[in-house]
């Protein structure tokens, strides 16, 4: 009998009883579809390691990670170079969680693995709606060619709830009919005040993180520059308090592109903020 102590290779505090959990934490380490930078199929093994760098307490919040009742699941595991049974183990797995009267919290990987969030959530979850924090539209109807991409997750994710219950936050690049879609539905906002419509509904939080400045998180697969600062995010985080979350997924980060580690600190840390509105 071996007596250690080992490294735990679970993100700190969570909950190791996936029974009397209320959150779970599923790793979805998939870039299939990735058509700049790839890589982000490594951020959630990177991110549980370095989680043991950061607090369990956040003083944003006044609340500890054990206050959150949260079980990693772990990382599913993915047949590469199949996109289409990688989405589907996805949606079975949420299925799964949703039935058990549980919420997921999906740590990707690219902005594809929402879609099969959605259609998991959408079936076990009535009045559904999507606040997507994201640098890009990604409301292509597909790219080039593909209807199964991370440039058309989140159009295909409005067929599912309706684009009157999206609202998107951190927009600044995208194709003209791209922007034409959120012109005619309204879904661009800029100020916190601009989601209230969407309270008394349940909404699911999906962040890319190149919606931060590059210069924050550079350690993703198509950064762009013009985006926020960490503490700008996190407003809208704590604004985010009074809305039903049910669900929510952080996506994007390939940390090989930033040797110094810092990008994965960066994202784990909001991985721990967004628990925190959970």
Known sequence: ????????????GQNPDYNTSSIIMLGLPFDG??????????????????????EEYSPE????????????????????????KSL????????????????VLGIGGEHLVTLPEIKAVAKHVKNLAIIHFDAHTDL???????KLSHSAVIRHCSDIIGAENLKQVGIR??????FDFMKEHNTLVHTYSELDVLKGKNVF????????DPSVMCGTGTPEAGGMMFNELLGWFKYLKNFNIIGA??????????ASGVSTAVATKVIRELLMVM
């Open 173 to 178: 690049s995208g194709m003209k009919e791209e």
């Open 33 to 54: 579809t990735v058509s700049y930078r790839s890589g982000s199929r490594f951020a959630p093994e990177r991110i549980r390691l370095a989680s043991w760098g950061l």
């Open 205 to 212: 939080v999906t962040v890319d993180l190149d919606v931060l």
């Open 1 to 12: 009998m071996l007596t250690g102590p080992f490294l735990d290779r679970n993100w700190m």
């Open 61 to 84: 919040f006044d609340k500890e990670l054990t206050d959150v009742n949260f079980h990693d699941a772990g990382d599913l595991e993915f047949p590469l170079g199949n996109t289409v």
């Open 140 to 146: 292509r109807k597909e790219y080039l060619g593909e």
């Open 249 to 258: 997924d952080v996506v994007e980060l390939s940390p090989d592109y930033d």
């Open 88 to 103: 589907d183990m996805i949606e079975k797995n949420v299925d799964e969680i949703y039935s058990d009267g549980k919420k």
